[in-house]
């Protein structure tokens, strides 16, 4: 009997990175459906800072929870426009987490889609090297909406990102200040293989897109697929 229960054990633990990369999939194939739905809404972002962002990430569902005074944290992927100046094609997406407790009480303790337009290079190198804190290691606005807004504004101008919300429908621009952003390594190691950091992903194309990453990448390229940024 302790040896069936031993087996048993033994192959549940073993089939535990096959539903780890399962799930990392899920993730991306969630951010495409996130993306390509927000960029189809009439007053969704504006074209000219989606042309000027150097990444996207793409956070669907983040949800509140209760630790103390409650807070939030979100699973999600990071593309950037390939190569080291970022004039390429959308690269493969990099796994990222994202922290925090001040926004977690704007959420309403609804699951919200995130969407960051990372809008200098700087930023991108920042975010894919370490873990940044929102408003304190990098300056980040509430995103202006509408096809018709202007897109050189003070708080676009200043903004190392722009952050936008999508919950119930409605979507908004948001503040995420005082959260943290980082790299997920051990998502990323689970769709890459071992030894694959973020920056390897997105900056030196050293891996492919998995195929769950087609309608993420698609509607980028379709959308916007040239760098109009004049930094």
Do not use: H
């Not at 150097?54 to 950037?80: D, N, Q």
């Not at 919200?112 to 090297?129: C, K, Y």
Request: proline residues 5%; glycine residues 12%; hydrophobic residues 40%.
């Amino acid at each position: 009997m302790k040896k069936i229960v031993a087996l048993t054990m033994l192959i549940a633990f073993a089939g535990l990175p096959v539903f780890a990369q399962k799930d990392e999939n899920n993730r991306i194939r969630s951010a495409g459906e996130v993306i390509t739905e927000i960029l189809n809404i009439p007053e969704d972002i504006p074209a000219p800072l989606l042309d000027k962002a150097e990444c996207v990430i793409i956070l669907p569902s983040v949800k509140k929870f209760a630790m103390g005074f409650g807070g939030s944290y979100g699973r999600g992927v990071m593309t950037c426009r390939g190569g080291a100046n970022f004039n390429g094609a959308w690269s493969a997406p990099a796994m990222m987490a994202l922290e925090g407790g001040s926004f977690g009480l704007q959420l309403g303790g609804q699951a919200t889609d995130f969407v960051l337009l990372v809008e200098n290079p700087r930023g991108a190198r920042s975010i894919l090297s370490s873990k940044v804190k929102l408003g304190g290691d990098m300056a980040i606005a509430a995103g202006p909406l509408g096809r018709s807004a202007a897109a050189s504004t003070d708080v676009t101008m200043q903004a190392e990102i722009l952050s936008y919300s999508r919950s119930r429908g409605l979507f908004a621009g948001i503040s995420l200040e005082g959260s943290t952003l980082r790299p997920d390594e051990d998502g990323n190691a689970r769709v890459y293989g071992k030894g694959i950091k973020a920056r390897d992903i997105v900056i030196n194309s050293k891996v492919r897109p998995p195929a769950s990453a087609q309608e993420l990448l698609a509607t980028l390229n379709k959308k916007s697929p040239t760098n109009k940024s004049d930094r």
